[in-house]
């Protein structure tokens, strides 16, 4: 027999393989799961979980699909937190200071507690990149939060209420338009496709026979 | 987080990594499987290349293909909907354009939609952009630098396809791709770039 935990799913006991995810446990347990499980692989953010280990004063987080059972976890999951997604029209904005205060003023009621870099799922320096949000620095922003999946953990804990996640969207999308280099060669093809530059060499390729075309595949050069 | 057959299976991995390493940096790369060598691993290996693993679909527009176990339950499952309970009087929801899945075609699709004027709505099972598209993290295909081309990319795409892929849509995915990324890049996808912005590049498994 496979060593057991007692977990408590929304309070109620449960007995489950130790060697089960958080997410595989509620299975085990007859949850059948339609909200608050996605790629299982720990990428989509959807399963993003509250747990405390009886006895002990530390309120945990993490993605269900990520974290092993613990005997005498008590756990809560959080398939949907509201947060606040601002519309904005990424050709209109600009990156300045005022478009965060403008979209999300709440940035600058942190009281510096740190709760969201504590309670971050991917280890990130939540609270720092939000003070880089604060000061307009979008490209610092967008690079200190770039792995963010987006559970909203971080969110859930603030007293402030702020949006985290969002607000480092939208300064990686500020990034992404304004702030990082224009890419010369990219631009050049683009050129190059829409002069139809393209077509002769395109017209020509799919004239070739599957044979044809395999003998070149395999006989292709390959970049290092 | 790993279990003991794989911390096995790591340490196999890491007794031998000093010899690999030490020769891939005096310039002995491993050398390149054939295309038989390949084909062979697959067959032996791989779910989608065991015959065992297809189901012939007996019904719907792919009647006759064989399809993998799974998919094929899904494909001919019961639906879960009872007709009885449609009330077509009645309509919650009444769109242009209907997209299925918000991940990153189906958003493209509603952002292309939506700027033609339609009235769009995306459904998703999960939160918006809870999605493949998300996982696939590694890279993205396009034939943007100097020395690669569409045509070169069209060479790819029917050989990673087995040449059994519709030339049509190879055609228009290869042709359209750089355009797309400067359209991502135009919304404000952040891209791996060098300081001068060339874009950087990296290789995927087994390519």
Not at chain 1, 26 to 43: I, K, S, T
Not at chain 2, 171 to 186: E, F, G, H, T
């Amino acid at each position: 027999m496979e060593n057991m935990v007692n977990i408590y799913l929304y309070g109620k006991k449960y007995e489950v393989p130790s060697n089960l995810t958080i997410i595989n446990a509620m299975e085990y347990a007859g949850y059948q799961l339609v909200r608050g499980v996605g790629c299982r692989c720990g990428f989509c953010g959807a399963c993003a979980t509250i747990y405390r280990i009886k006895g002990q004063q530390e309120l945990k987080t993490c993605l269900a699909c990520q974290t092993k059972v613990e005997d005498n976890m008590y756990i809560a999951t959080l398939p949907f937190f509201p947060l606040v997604k601002q519309p904005y029209d990424i050709k209109k904005v600009k990156p300045t200071e005022q478009i965060m205060m403008q979209l999300y003023p709440e940035i600058y009621a942190c009281i510096g507690c740190n709760a969201c870099t504590k309670s971050c799922t991917q280890e990130l320096n939540v609270m720092q990149y939000i003070a880089y949000a604060q000061r307009g620095e979008f490209e610092k922003c967008a690079e200190e939060s770039f792995d963010c999946v987006m559970c909203g953990v971080c969110s859930s804990r603030c007293p402030a209420g702020i949006t985290h996640p969002q607000v480092g969207l939208l300064a990686r999308r500020l990034t992404g338009k304004y702030l990082a280099p224009e890419t010369e060669h990219l631009l050049a093809r683009v050129a190059e496709i829409e002069a139809g530059d393209c077509q002769a060499a395109l017209q020509d390729i799919m004239k070739k026979t599957a044979e044809e075309l395999k003998e070149m595949y395999n006989n292709r050069d390959f970049e290092k | 987080m790993y279990t003991n057959e794989m911390l096995e299976s790591i340490k196999k991995v890491e007794a031998t990594r000093p010899a690999r390493l030490e020769a891939v940096l005096a310039g002995n790369h491993p050398r390149r499987m054939t295309a038989e060598e390949k084909d062979q691993v697959l067959l032996e290996n791989h779910p989608d290349h065991i015959k065992s693993q297809f189901a012939e679909l007996v019904i719907g527009p792919n009647k006759g293909e064989k399809v993998p176990l799974e998919l094929a339950e899904i494909l001919q499952a019961n639906p879960r909907v009872k007709s009885a309970d449609i009330d077509l009087t009645k309509i919650d929801y009444d769109v242009d354009v209907l997209i299925i899945g918000g991940g990153g075609a189906g958003s493209a699709a509603a952002i292309m939609a939506h700027e033609n004027g339609a009235n769009v709505m995306i459904v998703t099972k999960l939160r918006h952009g809870d999605a493949n598209t998300m996982m696939a993290e590694g890279g993205i295909q396009a034939a943007d630098k100097p020395n690669d081309s569409p045509a070169q990319h069209y060479l790819d795409v029917m050989g990673g396809g087995h040449f059994k892929n519709i030339p049509e849509l190879v055609y228009k995915l290869v042709n359209d791709a750089p355009v797309c990324i400067k359209w991502l890049n135009d919304l404000g996808v952040m891209f791996d770039k060098e300081a001068d912005g060339t874009m950087v590049t990296t290789h995927g498994g087994g390519t």
